[in-house]
């Protein structure tokens, strides 16, 4: 009977105890990932009791987005979230595979009709710095369009993989980036100008280097388009 009563009582304590094998998710985490050719940064908070996890994730169009049947088992992590899309919600299936100081998600929509990859980082680890020479500073050239010298000043952070900043010299200056990327030693972005009263959209390419950065850009249908290489100001 004392044997009996001593399994019972082991089998209540493993029943109550956490997961020992369940990889500890606890904690901040972030990362992003491409939609249609824009960075998304996004940010989990989760938390972990036992082998349920709860929190949030910031930075999709409905955000925080509240954690939804979250678990753990073993060094893979699983969850749904709802979010909204042009006004309609989506319900986002998450599944993450846990190593050290990273987590790698596939995520899509329930339906299977969308989906793609992220990595997420501990928010504890400093931020590896991209591949590839730095775009952030502030560069200038400028480029010959029908016989007259146009300046630029391009004024550019990169962080992420993701390009942002400001172009001074075409009009209305400033002009705001938009879909900057950065990929290796090539960033992308483009701008809209005024020309003759009518808006146009410049789709810019540009590889960078220790002595610049050498852009390709134009209209983006392509009837149009020249070369400039900028310089770091000092």
């Given at each position: 009977?004392?044997?009996?009563?001593?399994?019972?009582?082991?089998?209540v304590l493993l029943a109550i105890m956490p997961n020992a094998n369940a990889a500890d998710v606890s904690g901040t985490w972030k990362g992003?990932?491409?939609?249609?050719?824009?960075?998304?940064?996004?940010?989990?908070?989760?938390?972990?009791?036992?082998?349920?996890?709860?929190?949030?994730?910031?930075?999709?169009?409905?955000?925080?987005?509240?954690?939804?049947?979250?678990?753990?088992?073993?060094?893979?992590?699983?969850?749904?979230?709802?979010?909204?899309?042009?006004?309609?919600?989506?319900?986002?299936?998450?599944?993450?595979?846990?190593?050290?100081?990273?987590?790698e998600f596939s995520f899509g929509t329930e339906d299977g009709s969308w989906g793609t990859t992220m990595t997420a980082k501990s928010g504890d680890m400093p931020v590896a710095k991209p591949s590839g020479p730095d775009a952030t500073g502030t560069w200038k050239g400028s480029f010959d369009f029908q016989g007259t010298n146009v300046p630029l000043t391009f004024h550019l952070t990169a962080a992420d993989g993701v390009l942002t900043g400001t172009v001074e010299g075409l009009p209305p200056s400033p002009l705001e980036i938009h879909e900057g990327k950065v990929d290796g030693d090539?960033?992308?972005?483009?701008?809209?100008?005024?020309?003759q009263g009518s808006p146009v959209r410049l789709v810019y390419k540009g590889k960078v280097s220790a002595d610049g950065i050498k852009f390709s850009f134009g209209t983006e249908d392509g009837s149009w388009g020249t070369e400039l290489t900028v310089v770091k100001s000092i």
């Open positions: 009977m004392r044997n009996v009563l001593r399994l019972a009582g082991l089998f992003a990932f491409d939609f249609q050719g824009t960075s998304v940064p996004l940010t989990f908070h989760l938390t972990v009791a036992g082998s349920a996890v709860t929190g949030t994730v910031e930075g999709l169009p409905t955000t925080p987005a509240e954690i939804h049947d979250g678990k753990v088992d073993g060094d893979s992590v699983t969850f749904w979230v709802n979010s909204d899309y042009q006004g309609t919600t989506y319900k986002l299936v998450y599944k993450g595979k846990v190593s050290a100081g990273q987590i090539t960033v992308t972005f483009a701008v809209t100008t005024d020309y």
